[in-house]
């Protein structure tokens, strides 16, 4: 699967964003798909994950009750909703896709288990 990330911009503290993750190829159904950041000069972080097949939602403690990880109905898109932004969000976001069976409960977290991945939308919120 194909991934195209995009919704960044430029807002002020507060404001929301939706960023939106596209498949081609294929669609999400069989995939857990999940949004990492990477802040400049930090390394990159969790930040919420969708599991396939109706699967649980997760979220990191830092962007917790203020994003929301979502599929449209056809799964061909993953929607990340982010209110409240603060400048702390301030990060290249990516989508990152894997359907591969993993032996630990907490893998969504690690990048490295990860296959497919987007190009990334920036998102920089000012105060």
């Known amino acids: 699967v194909q991934l195209q990330a995009s919704g960044g911009g430029s807002v002020q503290v507060g404001s929301s964003l939706r960023l939106s993750c596209t498949a081609s190829?294929?669609?999400?159904?069989?995939?857990?798909v999940a949004w990492i950041r990477r802040a400049p000069g930090k390394e990159r972080e969790f930040v919420s994950f969708?599991?396939?097949?109706?699967?649980?939602?997760y979220y990191s403690d830092s962007v917790k009750g203020r994003f929301t990880i979502s599929r449209d109905g056809a799964e061909n898109t993953i929607y990340l909703q982010m209110n409240s932004l603060k400048p702390e969000d301030t990060a290249v976001y990516y989508c990152?896709?894997?359907?591969?069976?993993?032996?630990?409960?907490?893998?969504?977290?690690?990048?490295?288990?990860?296959?497919?991945w987007g190009q990334g939308t920036q998102v920089t919120v000012s105060s």
């Open positions: 990152a896709a894997d359907r591969r069976t993993h032996g630990y409960s907490t893998w969504y977290q690690r990048s490295l288990e990860y296959l497919n």
């Open positions: 190829g294929r669609t999400f159904s069989d995939y857990g």
């Open positions: 969708s599991g396939r097949a109706g699967g649980k939602t």
